[in-house]
């Protein structure tokens, strides 16, 4: 299996970041990771391994990037409109210089917006801001409201909200987006999420659906046994869904 190992400087992070290419052609998967993760992450996991036969037959290549979560949603000694500041140089960063990067290693047309749990929103969030980047998104035991208190899962927010905490939460800014080029964007995109029947998550995974259902975006939602929120699932997901 080709890997390839990037180290660069991120003009808008001001910062170098990380990433792992796995794979040399194919649907092009860019693999967040899950909260607090780092680019070696899914390859740690071993879900690479569960799907090797695709990418060594070069029907799928990764791009695993790194993650900021300690100094955007997890950085809790900042205010929570500095966290949102911080993520959203994160997403200009994957949009303005990971995206570009990624068409210029590969030209095959499809981009797949993949991550588990916290890499999930991730996935999720950015590709329902930004439809036109991505032709697929592949969501493994999500959470799409990040102001939810359940478990031991906080509200990242603190109970503050704004502007950019309703524009960067799924569940909130979708049952509102009246965009006609936004939407046929959306409904073009092949859209598959999965949660555990257990998963804390599981409610906010089926809302999601039924947002997506009464905007007429087609998507798919499997519900697995357990919690399955865990590499161990990850790793049978892979197989099925990527």
């Not at 170098?16 to 899950?34: A, C, D, R, Y």
């Not at 030209?107 to 916290?118: D, R």
């Not at 502007?163 to 509102?176: A, C, K, R, S």
Request: charged residues 25%; hydrophobic residues 35%.
């Amino acid at each position: 299996m080709n890997r390839e190992y990037y180290k660069q400087w991120s003009s808008e992070l001001k910062r170098e970041m990380e990433m792992i290419i796995l794979g040399h052609s194919g649907q092009k998967v860019l693999v967040f990771p899950t909260r607090g993760g780092r680019f070696y992450e899914y390859e740690n996991l071993r879900i690479p391994q569960k799907i090797s036969a695709k990418i060594e037959q070069g029907e799928l290549q990764l791009f695993c990037v790194d993650g900021i979560d300690s100094e955007s949603f997890y950085c809790f000694w900042a205010h929570p409109s500095g966290r949102l500041e911080r993520y959203l140089q994160y997403e200009r960063y994957i949009i303005n210089e990971v995206i570009p990067f990624i068409h210029r290693k590969n030209p095959h047309p499809m981009l797949v917006a993949h991550g588990c749990s916290l890499g999930a929103f991730h996935a999720a969030n950015i590709a329902f801001r930004h439809p036109q980047q991505f032709q697929r998104l592949v969501a493994f035991s999500g959470r799409f409201d990040l102001t939810l208190n359940i478990e031991y899962f906080r509200d990242l927010f603190d109970g503050f909200y704004n502007d950019e905490v309703y524009f960067n939460t799924p569940t909130h800014f979708l049952p509102n987006l009246n965009c006609t080029f936004q939407l046929s964007q959306l409904r073009q995109m092949e859209i598959t999420l999965v949660i555990g029947e257990q998963d804390p998550f599981y409610e906010n995974n089926r809302h999601l659906s039924d947002i997506l259902r009464n905007k007429q975006i087609e998507h798919k939602l499997y519900v697995w046994r357990e919690r399955a929120h865990r590499g161990y699932y990850w790793r049978r997901m892979a197989p099925l869904y990527l």
